[in-house]
């Protein structure tokens, strides 16, 4: 078992059957499933669902003495401690991810959770901690959480009619994915909301979500400044726009190169927290891949060091599985600096294969 820098287990997935997307039997009591069903008729059991997520490790005093049992403050110091892993790592074969401190930062405070679903698709969600807030670890790990659970329930509420029970594939993928994508933004802007206390510094995090149906079209949901990228050989671009200043400002009649020299460049705009009035209005992309590729979902601490499609396109589709290049990617932010968090999270899709 690998461990983080303060000794920590870290949770590389949990998987939680042992169903392929070809099974159609349940693996808790074998009995015969349909296809697109996410629960077994005659056991209960969840079935065709496999997912992994970023979960806190032991309390740690900010000081780095370890603190024994369930103590919101050290002890010793006072200090309220702080309980976020240093490194994590999920590989579920077809989309992986790695989360690391970096080197400046005295804890991680990104999340992010990834996880698939038998007859509907992949889902993955990355947050960002705004390092600003108090404790901003807990609030991203709440929306990464929050947006993957509602995004791997896509259809249940209407009773599986989404899902084609020849084919077991979504009848309308796009509108599925849509629908779901918007009901994750919002659920995790709620569960956010709901970790802080009506205090100044109430934690707070950026988020972006992705639902990859069977068929491969994507559907992107984000706000803040945490990225996702689509990369391959006939041509890369980023899907997302940043909620900053620099973003919103951006015109074509300023130079870019300016925006971003100034000091306000990377003030988020938008992001998940505490909800006085309005809640922040994510923003929706709907993409469909003409070709094969690799979708990417990253935190700023890889896109500070490598902003460009062509850039991170060498590394992403370089031989290797998903959690191969996943690491590459982080590796590379850290021999640059890691000043800041770093998650990636890939997810390599074949349209022509995958319908």
Same mark, same amino acid.
Request: proline share 6%.
């Given at each position: 078992?690998? @461990?983080?820098?303060?000794?920590?287990?870290?949770?590389?997935?949990?998987?939680?059957?042992?169903?392929?997307?070809?099974?159609?039997?349940?693996?808790?009591?074998?009995? $015969?499933?349909?296809?697109?069903?996410?629960?077994?008729?005659?056991?209960?059991?969840?079935?065709?669902? +496999?997912?992994? %997520?970023?979960?806190?490790?032991?309390?740690?005093?900010?000081?780095?003495?370890?603190?024994?049992? %369930?103590? %919101?403050?050290?002890?010793?110091?006072?200090?309220? @401690?702080?309980?976020?892993?240093?490194?994590?790592?999920?590989?579920?074969?077809?989309?992986?991810?790695?989360?690391?401190?970096?080197? /400046?930062?005295?804890?991680?405070?990104?999340?992010?959770?990834?996880?698939?679903?038998?007859?509907?698709?992949?889902?993955?969600?990355?947050?960002?901690? #705004?390092?600003?807030?108090? @404790?901003?670890?807990?609030?991203? +790990?709440?929306? /990464?959480?929050?947006?993957?659970?509602?995004?791997?329930?896509?259809?249940?509420?209407?009773?599986?009619?989404? #899902?084609?029970?020849?084919?077991?594939?979504? =009848?309308?993928?796009?509108?599925?994915?849509?629908?779901?994508?918007?009901?994750?933004?919002?659920?995790a802007i709620e569960a956010v909301? /709901?970790?802080?206390?009506?205090?100044?510094?109430?934690?707070?995090?950026?988020? !972006?979500?992705?639902?990859?149906?069977?068929?491969?079209e994507i559907d992107i949901g *984000?706000?803040?400044?945490?990225?996702?990228?689509?990369?391959?050989?006939?041509?890369? &671009?980023?899907?997302?726009?940043?909620?900053? *200043?620099?973003?919103?400002?951006?015109? $074509?009649?300023?130079?870019?190169?300016?925006?971003?020299?100034?000091?306000?460049?990377?003030?988020?705009?938008?992001?998940?927290?505490?909800?006085?009035?309005?809640?922040?209005?994510?923003?929706?992309?709907?993409?469909?891949?003409?070709?094969?590729? #690799?979708?990417?979902?990253? =935190?700023?601490?890889?896109?500070?060091?490598?902003?460009?499609?062509?850039?991170?396109?060498?590394?992403?589709?370089?031989?290797?599985?998903?959690?191969?290049?996943?690491?590459?990617?982080? &590796?590379?932010?850290?021999?640059?600096?890691?000043?800041?968090?770093?998650? !990636?999270v890939l997810l390599p899709i074949?349209?022509?294969?995958?319908?």
């Amino acid at each position: 078992m690998k @461990t983080d820098r303060l000794g920590n287990e870290l949770v590389n997935a949990v998987d939680d059957t042992e169903a392929t997307a070809t099974s159609l039997t349940c693996g808790e009591c074998a009995q $015969p499933v349909v296809v697109g069903d996410r629960f077994c008729e005659a056991c209960g059991a969840e079935v065709g669902v +496999r997912q992994g %997520e970023t979960e806190p490790g032991l309390p740690v005093c900010p000081g780095g003495d370890r603190i024994a049992g %369930e103590e %919101e403050f050290c002890p010793h110091c006072g200090l309220r @401690t702080r309980t976020a892993l240093d490194r994590v790592e999920i590989d579920l074969g077809p989309l992986a991810g790695v989360s690391d401190r970096g080197h /400046a930062h005295a804890f991680n405070e990104d999340a992010m959770a990834l996880g698939s679903r038998q007859g509907l698709g992949r889902m993955a969600a990355v947050s960002d901690g #705004v390092s600003s807030s108090r @404790t901003s670890e807990c609030a991203a +790990r709440a929306a /990464a959480s929050t947006a993957l659970e509602v995004l791997l329930a896509a259809g249940d509420k209407a009773g599986g009619d989404s #899902v084609g029970r020849e084919t077991g594939r979504p =009848t309308d993928a796009g509108s599925v994915g849509r629908q779901s994508l918007r009901a994750a933004m919002q659920a995790a802007i709620e569960a956010v909301a /709901a970790e802080g206390s009506g205090e100044f510094d109430d934690p707070a995090c950026t988020l !972006v979500a992705a639902f990859v149906g069977e068929c491969g079209e994507i559907d992107i949901g *984000w706000v803040g400044d945490s990225r996702a990228y689509w990369l391959a050989e006939t041509g890369s &671009r980023r899907l997302t726009r940043d909620h900053s *200043w620099a973003a919103e400002l951006l015109d $074509p009649d300023v130079d870019e190169a300016t925006l971003l020299a100034d000091r306000r460049a990377h003030v988020l705009t938008r992001w998940l927290g505490p909800i006085d009035e309005a809640p922040p209005e994510p923003g929706f992309v709907e993409f469909h891949p003409d070709g094969p590729g #690799v979708l990417l979902l990253c =935190t700023d601490g890889l896109w500070n060091y490598l902003p460009e499609p062509v850039e991170l396109a060498e590394l992403a589709l370089a031989p290797g599985t998903p959690a191969e290049r996943a690491a590459a990617l982080t &590796r590379y932010a850290l021999d640059a600096g890691g000043r800041d968090n770093i998650t !990636v999270v890939l997810l390599p899709i074949s349209p022509e294969a995958e319908s």
